[in-house]
């Protein structure tokens, strides 16, 4: 099985940068996903990594690290809209994805 | 635009009611779907993998009599909760894309709240 974690929340001001950490151990690992959930919503897709570094999608960057069983997930410049919960995934070698219990961005002006 | 459609929305009933929920692959054609469950303030917990024209694969301590799932055609897969009791509130998402390895990721419905009376 899988065994995913993240911090619960974290809080920051507008136009500040936050790293959302995550640390896995996995039976079987296929990439690392991590999605974007407002309150009442289903998730949203922001970013993959399978291999070790960095990828950058605009104002926001993953990385991977896998010998270390380690991601983070970097937003930057952020906005009040950025608020919401981060769910960091690993999928296995099913294809399956197990998620971690998010953590809570909270953007203060 | 949405890549995979869910409904309804919403639903609430009485207890003992049977409620049937479909997820659509738009545009794809998807021979696995994925069925979640998410109580308040928790991540996402994976029920069962619905495969098209096969038996879905339920997850340990998910009663498959309970939750009655078919994936008939490339695009449509139901969950159905059936005889529902309160206890099975919840926020129930579907998705689909992203078993065939690469960076492909799963794509989410919009899910389905359950409220049972």
């Known amino acids: 099985g899988q065994n995913i974690d993240q911090p619960t929340e974290m809080t920051a001001t507008e136009g500040a940068i936050v790293q959302i950490n995550c640390t896995y151990q996995?039976?079987?690992?296929?990439?690392l996903f991590w999605y974007q959930q407002h309150a009442g919503e289903a998730p949203t897709f922001l970013s993959y990594?399978?291999?070790?570094g960095l990828e950058e999608k605009g104002r926001f960057s993953s990385f991977l690290s896998r010998s270390k069983g380690y991601s983070y997930l970097l937003l930057k410049e952020l906005q009040m809209k950025d608020s919401a919960s981060y769910l960091c995934?690993?999928?296995?070698?099913?294809?399956?994805?197990?998620f971690g219990a998010g953590t809570t961005v909270t953007v203060r002006a | 635009g949405a890549v995979v459609s869910q409904h309804p929305s919403w639903v609430i009933c009485k207890s003992g009611t049977s409620v049937k929920i479909e997820c659509r692959s738009l545009?794809?054609?998807?021979?696995?779907m994925f069925w979640y469950r998410q109580f308040p303030k928790q991540s996402l917990m994976l029920m069962a993998t619905s495969n098209e024209g096969s038996k879905a694969t339920y997850e340990q301590g998910v009663e498959k009599d309970k939750f009655l799932i078919n994936h008939a055609s490339l695009t449509l897969s139901t969950l159905t909760v059936t005889s529902a009791h309160p206890e099975d509130s919840s926020f129930y998402i579907c998705s689909a894309g992203g078993s065939r390895g690469g960076n492909q990721p799963q794509h989410f419905g919009d899910g389905t709240r359950l409220s049972i009376l």
């Open positions: 545009d794809f054609q998807a021979t696995t």
């Open positions: 996995t039976s079987g690992f296929n990439g």
């Open positions: 995934a690993v999928r296995d070698s099913d294809y399956k994805l197990s």
């Open positions: 990594n399978v291999l070790d």
